[in-house]
């Protein structure tokens, strides 16, 4: 692998903390006080880089953007913040309850290598 291929993986990873707290505010048309106060709140937790310097992911900054969106409505950060974790829960329990669903449906005739559309009788 050469260094251009792991540089590719990085930019295509959803969670690589290529972001800075100053263009990651910029991208979001936000202040850096903001990312702090949403990262007080537990909704982000930025990684720090070896200076010690929050760093942010394309995935962190997705939800950044809908709390941003929420306080831009008129509700506060920390309910925001609230808000977007529950949004995220409730996704989750959906996706999960789905594959729940389609286990218990079992497979059909037509997987169970029965011949279809034959009566017995």
Same mark, same amino acid.
């Not at 263009?23 to 979001?28: K, M």
């Not at 941003?68 to 995220?88: F, H, K, M, S, T």
């Not at 594959?99 to 017995?120: H, K, L, S, T």
């Given at each position: 692998?050469?260094? $251009?291929?792991?540089?590719?993986? #990085?930019?295509? $990873?959803?969670? =690589?903390?290529? =972001? ?21 709140? #537990? ?8 200076? @010690?310097?929050?760093? =942010?992911?394309? =995935?962190?900054? #997705?939800?950044?953007?809908?709390? #941003? ?34 286990? %218990? ?5 037509? $997987?169970?290598?029965?011949?279809? @559309?034959?009566? %017995?009788?």
């Amino acid at each position: 692998m050469t260094a $251009d291929d792991s540089l590719g993986g #990085r930019l295509d $990873d959803d969670d =690589y903390p290529a =972001y800075t707290m100053g263009r990651a505010a910029e991208l979001l048309g936000t202040t850096p006080g903001f990312l702090r106060a949403i990262g007080e709140a #537990r909704l982000i937790t930025p990684l720090r880089s070896e200076g @010690g310097h929050r760093r =942010y992911s394309r =995935y962190q900054l #997705r939800i950044a953007a809908r709390a #941003r969106e929420l306080v831009d409505q008129g509700i506060q950060v920390e309910a925001a913040c609230r808000i977007v974790i529950l949004e995220d829960q409730l996704e989750e329990a959906q996706r999960i309850n789905a594959e729940f669903r389609r286990a %218990a449906a079992g497979p059909r005739a037509g $997987d169970r290598g029965e011949p279809r @559309g034959e009566g %017995a009788g």
